[in-house]
């Protein structure tokens, strides 16, 4: 139906087409403009001042936050910006209101404001999560790997092999009684790293799910939230 009335010359805006954070914070800034002076969440939420979008797309974002957060955001987008330079002017100087609701949202996502400077040659761990024999958070692909091993069985998958070339695993599942499915694995620290073929991959195991525009045909196993689970039916 779609494509009949686009060929008809009707014109749709792409539904749910992901707008990038930079997209946003642009809107953001010329609703600064025409306000004089930030809007409340409400304000931008109800399209006040002529605004585009939603706040959702800025807290939703790996790279946002809590609404607090917007004009530290704007301020680091701004930056060698002059175009710019007139929004910046229109935002309150930093205050301790501002930096206290930034170190809460940051340790709440498990990545607090460092107290120390990182030390040259020596190696760093993710966050202490003490699963099983695991003492911390993967960081990269490879403790993905080493994760999946740990409970691919509790999650329902017998592995036959894993390999370096794309896809990196293939494994079976009971798909009914009696029955078994071979599925293809792909691994990923995070799943919006995927950068191979949407077909040939049916599963990408990862240890955080924050890609908006996966595809359908493309189930995520997130990792994080999968050990949570497992943790708990052990207490």
Not at 55 to 70: Q, R, S, T
Not at 113 to 133: D, K, V
Request: proline share 6%; hydrophobic share 35%; glycine share 8%.
């Amino acid at each position: 139906m779609t494509s009949a009335l686009v060929a008809a010359g009707y014109a749709f805006d792409r539904y749910h087409a992901k707008i990038h954070l930079e997209d946003w914070l642009k809107d953001w800034g010329e609703v600064v403009r025409r306000k004089s002076g930030m809007p409340t969440r409400k304000e931008y939420k109800y399209k006040a001042y002529g605004a585009k979008y939603s706040p959702g797309v800025f807290e939703n974002d790996p790279e946002g936050g809590k609404w607090v957060l917007v004009p530290v955001k704007f301020r680091e987008f701004a930056t060698a910006k002059p175009e710019w330079a007139d929004v910046v002017a229109k935002l309150p100087t930093p205050d301790h209101k501002e930096r206290e609701a930034k170190e809460i949202y940051a340790e709440a996502r498990g990545s607090a404001i460092p107290r120390y400077s990182r030390l040259e040659n020596r190696p760093t761990y993710g966050n202490p999560i003490n699963f099983r024999g695991l003492r911390h958070e993967p960081v990269n692909e490879q403790g993905v790997v080493f994760l999946f091993g740990m409970v691919a069985k509790e999650l329902g998958y017998m592995v036959e092999a894993v390999q370096v070339g794309f896809p990196d695993c293939e494994a079976k599942r009971q798909v009914e009684g009696g029955r078994w499915q071979s599925v293809k694995i792909e691994f990923e620290f995070e799943s919006r790293n995927y950068n191979h073929p949407l077909e040939g991959c049916a599963v990408i195991v990862c240890w955080r799910h924050n890609w908006p525009d996966c595809p359908q045909n493309i189930e995520v196993v997130e990792l994080s939230k999968e050990i949570t689970s497992l943790a708990k039916s052990e207490d």
